[in-house]
């Protein structure tokens, strides 16, 4: 019995580092410890103890709020239910980004549209500062009767955009080809509601129908299982290859064949803009990471 000891402290020491790799690479749900409102104070609220998060735009404000601490590298996900009705006009956006003319980005954003219509989700990438990166695509069920999961995740290898767990977009890192990759800036967690029908909804054809406000998205459950961001010192502790750096991982530098078969089922049959086959656009130039493989 004696001689078991040593491999039972050691099991216990090794459960107790885990648990503090866990607890260093997540970041607690609760809205208000977590986030903070930059715009809009009087158009958004805290509820259910912290874990929900209502954003409102009516003609005097929209609302947003971001995270209070970035991050590079891991899983963020939020629970959206989107605005109902008649929504055409309005942009609920959810995404991580940096600061400044070289910034980069990584989008989700819900272009509202009329009743009946379905919501358009608009993604794209930015990186040093670049961007016009969008895919658009149709939605399997409808985002406003009930909380979806929407989950941005990156890693030094791709990043991938989910929603419900189903992967609808990869963008890979080519910096090797001279193809810039966001892997060198801390980004924050930001969500908002706004006011966009200069653009949203069929290019801009359809404003809000104001009788219809107060438009309202609701926020639930916002996890960050990420590595926090330090300064420059993160670049290399971020992508270092270790157990508490899980996102470096294999299994997460490519994805699996089920999940590719999801991939292809999302692409085939809801996808309506890919900007790598948008060649008039592009005035025939197609950008280089669209000749490499995309996943």
Not at 111 to 126: D, E
């Amino acid at each position: 019995m004696q001689s078991k000891m040593p491999s039972l402290k050691a099991l216990l020491l090794a459960l107790f580092i885990i648990a503090v790799v866990v607890d260093q690479s997540f970041v607690e749900a609760n809205f208000p410890k977590s986030m903070y409102i930059n715009w809009g104070a009087h158009h958004s609220s805290f509820a259910g103890n912290g874990e929900d998060l209502q954003l409102v735009l009516d003609q005097t404000s929209g609302s947003a709020v971001k995270s209070k601490r970035s991050f590079l590298f891991g899983s963020i996900e939020m629970l959206i239910k989107l605005v109902p009705g008649n929504s055409a006009g309005t942009v609920t956006a959810y995404y991580v980004t940096s600061t400044g003319d070289k910034h980069d980005e990584i989008d989700f954003e819900f272009l509202g549209n009329v009743s009946g219509q379905p919501y358009i989700v608009h993604t794209n990438i930015y990186t040093q500062g670049n961007g016009s990166r969008e895919q658009q695509f149709y939605l399997w069920f409808d985002p406003t009767a009930d909380f979806h999961n929407y989950t941005i995740h990156w890693n030094p290898t791709e990043v991938v955009w989910y929603i419900d767990n189903l992967p609808i977009r990869v963008f890979r890192n080519y910096e090797k080809d001279g193809i810039a990759f966001p892997n060198k800036q801390g980004m924050r967690v930001h969500a908002s509601l706004w006011n966009a029908d200069n653009w949203a909804t069929r290019g801009g054809l359809v404003k809000i129908d104001w009788n219809s406000s107060p438009f309202i998205a609701r926020f639930r459950r916002f996890r960050a299982r990420a590595c926090k961001w330090d300064g420059p010192v993160s670049i290399n502790q971020c992508a270092t290859k270790s157990p508490a750096n899980w996102w470096t991982s294999p299994s997460f530098s490519q994805l699996s064949s089920s999940q590719m078969g999801q991939l292809n089922w999302v692409r085939q049959n809801f996808m309506i803009y890919d900007y790598c086959k948008d060649t008039k656009r592009l005035n025939g130039q197609i950008p280089p990471e669209c000749l490499k493989q995309q996943f």
